[in-house]
């Protein structure tokens, strides 16, 4: 009862002033009490479509879950993020947004052409392709256009088939993804080669397809056999001196230019008669008249002066051999190995190396030696090809010990957690402190009011008349004024008050 006499003796406008000040002690309380009450926020979707995402929101209404919508994402507490997902899977949440072969299961037979049939086919055949990319990791859109050839039955020429994959990734994608993509769109569509299927991304351009130069892959086939060959060493080395003790370094050059080579080659000794032919000529010359002489002219010598007959004989032979032919032709792509550079650098601390400094350095050079001949088996190295190996032994430095660094306990652990929550509530007690000590205080304690001021008028004016007898009226109230300035300067502001009040009602 007596806060309500309190409340009544207020003046209006302090009554106004209290009433504010409780509701903003009310919204400040509530407004922290929530935040620091508030479970934490976890994102449940993000990315959907609009009407998907509308999908999602709708069953969160039904199941009465709070969620917040940030740009495209949808955030719910944390502690209901893992059952509710689980529970919107089981009702189908959230539907593929890329349709595959279910487009087919509303196509009905008896009014749809051949046309409208091969269309929907296709649309079905990238969704499926679509979503096989999609499940690559890394991707985060992808679309497939296939051109279709949309030739007529008549036509006894086909056109060339032609697929496109525009996608998106969350990093570089290698050659060889890219290739793996081509074949799996490829393999997919009868008659399409890998290499017409063209992948893009927007962002950097074509990665893989037609007229694309593969000037990347000797330089992928150098990191990987250096990473390879790197490795090998190391697991040898660390057996040796121990892990940490040694670096390794490899350096692998392949050729980057494609050659073709064509080779022809004839076995002398695999000689084989083919063909023989032989070929006879015999010519027989008679003379009609002998030889002019002196006997020719006598009668005795008519009868012995015939001719001369000549017997020639020709005899060609013809033989074709055969011979072993060996032909080669070698195509160089790009990526053949040429040349390999290792370099090995051991911690010499761990060799235990003792003695004089001859025998120290004679068995260093053991060493080396013996890791040299190791690391050349081992990895494989071939000094004919131009290989080179280096192996050499140095201290290394010694890293400063870093301090382990003990887990957290539960305490840590705690303040972690809830320190924001804790300086939340300090602050809300802090603030109603002070707006309690310094706003609903004052305004509840009890002030001085017109009666308390009449009263106080009327004791200093019977005391002023009971103190005029004894000495002068004017000198008194002088001395009466000046050390009561503030009760003086109140009683004159009533008296004014009281002339304004009776002019007023005049």
């Given at each position: 009862?007596?806060?309500?006499?309190?409340?009544?003796?207020?003046?209006?406008?302090?009554?106004?002033?209290?009433?504010?000040?409780?509701?903003?002690?009310?919204?400040?309380?509530?407004?922290?009490?929530?935040?620091?009450?508030?479970e934490?926020?976890?994102?449940?979707?993000?990315?959907?479509?609009a009407?998907?995402?509308?999908?999602?929101?709708?069953?969160?209404?039904?199941?009465?879950?709070?969620y917040e919508?940030?740009?495209?994402?949808?955030?719910?507490?944390?502690?209901?993020?893992?059952?509710?997902?689980?529970?919107?899977?089981?009702?189908g949440?959230?539907?593929?947004?890329?349709?595959?072969?279910?487009?087919l299961d509303?196509?009905?037979?008896?009014?749809?052409?051949?046309?409208?049939?091969?269309?929907?086919?296709?649309?079905?055949?990238?969704?499926?392709?679509?979503?096989?990319?999609?499940?690559?990791?890394?991707?985060?859109?992808a679309?497939?256009?296939?051109?279709?050839?949309l030739?007529?039955?008549?036509?006894?020429?086909?056109?060339?088939q032609?697929?496109?994959?525009?996608?998106?990734?969350?990093?570089?994608?290698?050659?060889?993804?890219?290739?793996?993509?081509?074949?799996?769109v490829a393999?997919a569509?009868?008659?399409?080669?890998?290499?017409?299927?063209?992948?893009?991304?927007?962002?950097?351009?074509?990665?893989a397809?037609?007229?694309?130069?593969?000037?990347?892959?000797?330089?992928?086939?150098a990191?990987?056999?250096?990473?390879?060959?790197?490795?090998?060493?190391?697991r040898?080395?660390?057996?040796?001196?121990?892990?940490?003790?040694?670096?390794?370094?490899?350096?692998?050059?392949?050729?980057?230019?494609?050659?073709?080579?064509f080779?022809?080659?004839?076995?002398?000794?695999?000689?084989?008669?083919?063909?023989?032919?032989?070929?006879?000529?015999?010519?027989t010359?008679?003379?009609?008249?002998?030889?002019?002489?002196?006997?020719?002219n006598?009668?005795?010598?008519?009868?012995?002066?015939?001719?001369?007959s000549?017997?020639?004989?020709?005899?060609?032979?013809?033989?074709?051999?055969?011979?072993?032919?060996?032909?080669?032709?070698?195509?160089?792509?790009?990526?053949?190995?040429?040349?390999?550079?290792?370099?090995?650098l051991l911690?010499?601390?761990?060799?235990?190396?003792?003695?004089?400094?001859?025998?120290?350095?004679a068995?260093?050079?053991?060493?080396?030696?013996n890791f040299?001949?190791?690391i050349?088996?081992?990895?494989?190295?071939?000094t004919?090809?131009?290989?080179?190996?280096?192996?050499?032994?140095?201290?290394?430095?010694?890293?400063?010990?870093?301090?382990?660094?003990?887990?957290?306990?539960?305490?840590?652990?705690?303040?972690?957690?809830?320190?924001?929550?804790?300086?939340?509530?300090?602050?809300?007690?802090?603030?109603?402190?002070?707006?309690g000590?310094?706003?609903?205080?004052p305004?509840?304690?009890?002030?001085?009011?017109?009666?308390?001021?009449?009263?106080?008028?009327?004791?200093?004016?019977?005391?002023?008349?009971?103190?005029?007898?004894?000495?002068?009226?004017?000198?008194?109230?002088?001395?009466?004024?000046?050390?009561?300035?503030?009760?003086?300067?109140?009683?004159?502001?009533?008296?004014?008050?009281?002339?304004?009040?009776?002019?007023?009602?005049?």
């Open positions: 009862m007596k806060f309500l006499d309190t409340l009544r003796s207020l003046s209006l406008p302090r009554q106004i002033a209290l009433a504010g000040a409780v509701v903003a002690v009310i919204l400040a309380m509530s407004f922290m009490v929530r935040g620091a009450m508030s934490p926020k976890a994102l449940l979707y993000s990315g959907l479509d009407s998907h995402s509308g999908e999602i929101i709708e069953e969160l209404d039904k199941r009465g879950i709070d919508i940030r740009g495209d994402a949808i955030f719910i507490a944390a502690s209901k993020r893992d059952e509710t997902r689980f529970a919107l899977a089981r009702q949440l959230p539907q593929q947004s890329v349709q595959g072969y279910e487009l509303d196509v009905n037979g008896f009014s749809v052409t051949s046309e409208m049939y091969n269309a929907a086919y296709w649309r079905a055949k990238e969704g499926e392709l679509t979503r096989t990319i999609l499940a690559i990791p890394g991707v985060q859109s679309r497939v256009h296939i051109g279709a050839s030739r007529s039955g008549f036509s006894r020429s086909s056109p060339a032609t697929a496109s994959v525009t996608l998106a990734t969350t990093h570089d994608i290698s050659g060889k993804q890219a290739e793996a993509i081509q074949y799996l393999l569509i009868s008659g399409l080669a890998p290499e017409d299927v063209a992948v893009i991304d927007p962002a950097k351009g074509l990665i397809g037609p007229n694309v130069d593969k000037t990347d892959e000797p330089d992928q086939v990191d990987s056999q250096s990473a390879m060959i790197e490795q090998k060493i190391r040898l080395l660390d057996a040796r001196v121990g892990p940490g003790n040694a670096r390794v370094s490899v350096s692998v050059d392949v050729n980057r230019q494609r050659q073709t080579i080779e022809k080659t004839i076995d002398p000794q695999s000689r084989v008669v083919r063909n023989r032919t032989s070929n006879d000529v015999s010519e010359n008679t003379g009609g008249a002998g030889e002019l002489s002196a006997a020719s006598l009668p005795q010598g008519g009868a012995n002066s015939g001719g001369d000549r017997n020639m004989k020709n005899s060609t032979e013809s033989v074709s051999y055969e011979f072993n032919e060996r032909r080669v032709e070698t195509e160089m792509m790009p990526g053949k190995i040429q040349r390999i550079s290792v370099a090995v911690n010499e601390q761990v060799l235990g190396l003792q003695g004089t400094p001859e025998e120290t350095a068995e260093a050079q053991q060493i080396i030696d040299q001949q190791l050349l088996s081992g990895a494989g190295l071939d004919a090809r131009g290989d080179s190996l280096t192996v050499e032994l140095m201290p290394f430095q010694e890293m400063p010990a870093q301090e382990m660094v003990e887990a957290p306990g539960m305490v840590s652990t705690l303040v972690q957690q809830y320190s924001w929550p804790a300086i939340q509530a300090l602050l809300l007690g802090v603030v109603i402190i002070v707006l000590l310094f706003v609903v205080r305004m509840m304690s009890k002030g001085p009011d017109a009666a308390d001021m009449l009263s106080e008028q009327k004791l200093i004016g019977n005391e002023v008349a009971n103190s005029a007898e004894a000495a002068d009226p004017f000198a008194y109230l002088s001395d009466y004024t000046r050390e009561r300035q503030d009760e003086t300067a109140a009683l004159l502001q009533s008296w004014l008050d009281e002339d304004r009040k009776v002019a007023v009602n005049e």
